[in-house]
């Protein structure tokens, strides 16, 4: 009987396909959130911000999850309280984060000030940091269920269309926040509320998925020993021990600082330096997650039928230093090829996470696979945190350009792509010093997923 109901779960595709779908919506929602301010910073600064202070708010999002540990401590908490009470944590932080930003937003504090920086800039960078550890250890988790229910399966594929889906919520952010804000007289708040009623929307699909886990830990012998074993502090030195890992996890680090931050900051630098029409310019950036919908999906099959992970993400890495290097020149200026390049930085934004993040289980053992995801995203976390400040202050002191009376007419963003070129230089390097390690220590990069 227990094997019969096994089958039913885990061992069933529609069992597995669905867990994946609830999961992956309430992720979806969650990077709807993440993203709902990106096309709203012209409007901000018009408002009264600094691009300094928008710097701040976009690098808040990592600030308690690295300086307070936040993140690493919820892969503990991950491995030892198990993935329902984990994701309905996270996914109640995600929410609670939203609505405190919603409501900083909505509040006029007039010019009040602290540390030097508006005070509305404080509460909605609180929020969103709050909201941040809810997304990040909901990244953790999401990704120890689909290792869960997908392995010798379809892992890369499933993997694939959990970030695709998760790229619509990026998609629509950038497509439809800026609309939606004028729309309801300029007011940012207005779309920060729109992602409130999704987050509370993915926790009810979030809960419907722990009935489903509930189910398959009951039937499954093999969970029940893993809950057991529960986490040990060797587990950790057994992580860092592995040189494998530090490489994935450098590399993660390097090739998301230069895909969000860049993000962050990329419908401005369509309005000024491609003179896209303010309505029009988030629709650019939004061709970065559309094309990962289609493609991480089709990199995932390909990496679970014929392996070569470590390969793809030395190509992903390739193409994200070209893109970068494309922004950097002054003189390439046409929209037509501002659309080229950001075709082909999704492609690089498929190749990439498509191939890295199926490695980490053939790298790292189960019971030690949420404290491993978690530190690759605390240490990601600092490059989502500290290179949207970089970048803010390096357009506020080197890249304004001023009139004789002062007034800012535009921005040369020369130097701040320079800085994420940087970034796509130093991903090659290392993913190929990943495969260099993988044909020395045998991880498996190179080998399929599915097991025949």
Known sequence: MTEAIRKR?????????????????TMMCGYFVTDVMSPLEDMLVK????????????????????????????????????????????????????????????HNFGDQMLFGMHMQVIYTSLGFAIFGVGCEISGITVSKIIVKWFTGHELALAMGI???????????????????????????SASVLLGVVLLIIGLLFY??????????????????????????????????????????????????????????????????????????????PALLPFGTI??????????????????????????????????????????????????????????????????VPKIIPMKQLGSAYAIIFYIQNIG?????VLIGWVIDKCSTIVDAS??????????PMTIFAVFGICAVIVSTLLLLDDRKFHYGLEEPNIKK
């Open 9 to 25: 779960l885990s061992e069933s595709k529609g069992a597995r396909w669905t867990a994946l779908i609830l999961v992956s919506f």
């Open 47 to 106: 408002s009264g911000w600094t691009s300094s202070e928008y710097g701040f708010f976009a690098g808040s999002y990592g600030y308690i999850n690295v300086f307070l540990l936040m993140l690493f401590f919820g892969g503990i908490i991950l491995d030892k309280c198990g993935i329902r009470f984990t994701g309905i944590m996270s996914a109640s932080l995600m929410t609670i984060g939203a609505l405190i930003k919603y409501a900083a937003l909505a």
């Open 162 to 188: 959990q970030v695709a889906l998760a790229r619509i919520g990026t998609a629509a952010a950038l497509c439809f926040s800026l609309p939606f804000a004028k729309h309801f007289g300029n007011h940012a």
């Open 207 to 284: 809960l419907i998925y722990c009935v489903m886990d509930k189910k398959e830990d009951d039937a499954t012998a093999s969970a029940t020993v893993e809950k057991e074993e529960g986490f040990k502090l060797h587990d950790l030195v057994l992580i860092f021990k592995s040189r494998g890992f530090w490489l994935i996890t450098i590399l993660c680090v390097l090739f998301y600082s230069g895909v969000f931050p860049f993000l962050k900051f990329a419908t401005k630098l369509m309005i000024y330096k491609y003179s896209v029409p303010e309505d029009l310019a988030g629709l650019i």
């Open 294 to 359: 289609l493609l991480t999906p089709v990199f995932g099959s390909l990496y679970d039928r014929i392996g070569h992970g470590a390969a793809l993400m030395i190509i992903g890495s390739v193409i994200l230093t070209i893109v970068h290097i494309g922004f950097a020149i002054p003189m390439l200026s046409s929209y037509y090829l501002a659309i080229a390049l950001m075709i082909l930085l999704g492609i690089a934004f498929s190749l990439v996470p498509s191939a890295m993040w199926p490695s």
């Open 384 to 388: 989502l945190a500290l290179v949207p």
């Open 406 to 415: 002062g007034k800012i007419i535009g921005y040369d963003y020369t130097l």
